[in-house]
């Protein structure tokens, strides 16, 4: 009941934010400060990005898709390229797992599953155009000390952990933004009374919870010599499961690469006339960017106010205001923007382009200090307050001069470019081949072998250019693509062959069907007979010898909370939703995994309560701080004393923030993690989601 009361909470709040515009473009505030900006990026990233993220942009197969989410379709390909990177994600981490011991079944659930509720939040953001501005994603980028460990982006460090995670630099920035987007959204809905205080306190209880486990895995390997297949059921197996079977489009081409790079220009000489004209536009470009901070009263038109009414009291305000007035206590009494009245009225520091136009205009003509008369919006009446100016000093003509010729011969390249490529336009349409281009602009011919959407040859493996190669018209029309332009090159392709996606014969993947097949064969004798385990756990039966030597040593795992990573997650999530065990009494459940099933046994909970969470970290605070300062050196001098007194304080206090923050950003994921089920949940209910015949059956609606 509680669940579905807060589901329907949930509801409202997201038509409540479909609906209503913000007075100003604050939306990421919070993202790269704070406490919940930085917990939720690891959450979200959990729960939302698909291994492999990069073949759902590379992959675009005209083949029946395998998952479909209103106009969203994930190909067959691509989830295949998933579960292989979901595999090899498994094996690094897990070496002494055997490859033929793993269903691809169980990976492309998962994946498929994954994939619909990234999609899902993708489409709700983009049609309420919540977008971070790039800055923030590079905000976010330097806070990451795997790439910027003293704040600043390490290009190496970055690209090396891209190669290591197969991963395009886009991609990343595209998974960095959707989380940021739904941060503020989550926080949107926060802010909304979402999250009462009663509701915290449980929060914070349930967050500090802990549970004691047991668990023991009944692996499929241990039945692979109980498994005997004919050959029709290898074939049945075969006709069953093609979609793994199948060998993708494969094409081959010739391509001709014109860069932007290399492409060579004498460019014209920089009259002293000229020169000064670009220092005037840059000194104008650094006024565009000056930022401001306001302060503002909004005073909003209601059933009960009139316009006509909002206007005089935000003259009254005014005048309140020139008598000496605080205009952070007026603010605060009268401001029906509610976030900034809590902060005197307070407005981040924002350029041009952040608020509403009249808003805008009004705090740009202000003088620092000074306060505007009512500007009307369509939210009402506004107070505004310059706060303060932020403007980059310009350098001097001396000091730009170099910059601005190098800048000035860059564009004079760039519009030689351009025109070569107009040109470049003309002849691959004019042309038969790629021979007549090659001669004209003094370019390599280069061919490839054969290759696959999924696994492309690097040099064309954007999505721009493996979009175009595997086009039906261009793969039989025979003749020259059209130019493509990706990162600074132009290409134009030939269709040299190309071999549609086809079921690879029985004969040739006989090895690979039996393997699989018994597999997915011992995988069903383990999950029958670990059930069957289960069962008698959960009557109290005692177990058979036979049963004892398959369950074997149970695996211990003490008090663990939800944000363990001593467990796998989905253990984690099984473990937590299990009832509370009685005394002396163990509750049982089971999961399928990758090479099995899981028995769990829950032994035991404990829960705090809110206060007692609070007393335990100020106490280990308090405890962190005593035993630094009884380490001090009582031999030294007393101002030697006293100085290392005082390191061993500041110490103590630093490791109390960091306890409380610990405990800050545990009780924010554990929120987050329930707003995103939640989220996900509401989005479904009016989403269009078509699994493939090979999901179906296994896919939790």
Known sequence: ?????????????????????????????????????????????????????????????????????????????????????????LFAQNPQISPEMVQD?????????????????????ESWQVRPPQQAVLERLRQDERFAPDGK???????????????PVETLFADIR???????????????EFTVPKELDR???????????????????QFIDQVKLSEQDLKTYYQENQQAYLQAAQAKVAYVRLDADTFKVAPNELTSTQLKTLYKDYVESLKQ??????????????????????????????????????????????????????????????????????????LFELKKGEVSKPVKTEFGYHLIKLVEIKAAPAETFDEKKAELMS?????????AYQVALGELATAAFEAANLEAIAEQFKLDIKQTPLFTEAKPVPELSKPELLTQVFDSEFTSAGRNSDVVEVDGAAF???????????????????????????????QQLAEKTARKILAHLKAGRELSKSQQRLVGKWQNTENINRLTTQLEPRIIQTVFAMPKPAEDQARYAGISSPTGYTLIALDRVQTPTAAVVREQVLAQTNAAKAKGEAEVDVKKTDDQASAETDTVKNNGDQLAQADLDRLQEQLNAARVQSLTGMFVSVLKRDADIEYGPALVDNIEQ
């Open 105 to 125: 079944s169980y990976f492309r659930t998962q994946a498929a599953q994954r994939w619909v509720d990234r999609t899902l939040v993708e489409h709700a953001l």
């Open 1 to 89: 009941m509680q669940v579905a009361m807060r589901s329907q909470r949930l509801t409202v709040a997201i038509n409540a934010f479909n609906t209503r515009k913000a007075l100003h473009m604050e939306i990421f505030r919070k993202l790269a400060h704070g406490t919940f900006g930085k917990v939720v990026l690891g959450v979200v990233i959990a729960l939302f990005v698909v291994v492999g993220s990069e073949a759902l942009l590379s992959l675009t197969s005209s083949q029946t898709p395998a998952v479909a989410v209103d106009d969203a379709e994930l190909s067959r390909d691509a989830l295949n390229a998933m579960v292989e990177q979901q595999k090899q994600a």
């Open 407 to 415: 800048d000035y011969q860059s564009e004079q390249r760039e519009q």
């Open 203 to 221: 929060a914070i209880a349930l967050q500090a919870q802990q549970r004691s486990v047991r668990t023991s895995e009944i692996r499929a390997e």
């Open 153 to 167: 982006i390490d290009p190496e460090v970055l690209e090396r952990f891209l190669a290591s995670q197969n991963l």
């Open 289 to 362: 960017q000056e930022q401001r901070q306001a302060s503002h009263i909004l005073i909003d038109t209601t059933d009960e106010r009139s316009a006509k009414q909002a206007l005089s009291l935000a003259t009254d305000i005014k005048t309140q205001l020139v008598a000496g007035g605080s205009f952070a206590a007026l603010a605060q009494q009268y401001s029906a923007d509610k976030p900034s009245a809590a902060e005197g009225g307070a407005l981040p520091m924002s350029e041009r382009g952040m608020f509403v136009e009249p808003f805008e205009q009004a």
């Open 178 to 192: 959707l989380n940021l987007a739904l941060n503020h959204l989550l926080d949107s809905f926060q802010v909304s």
């Open 492 to 522: 134009v392709m030939f269709p040299l062959d190309f071999k549609p996606a086809a079921t690879k014969p029985f004969s040739e993947v006989k090895a690979e069907v039996k393997s699989a097949a018994k597999t997915a064969k011992a």
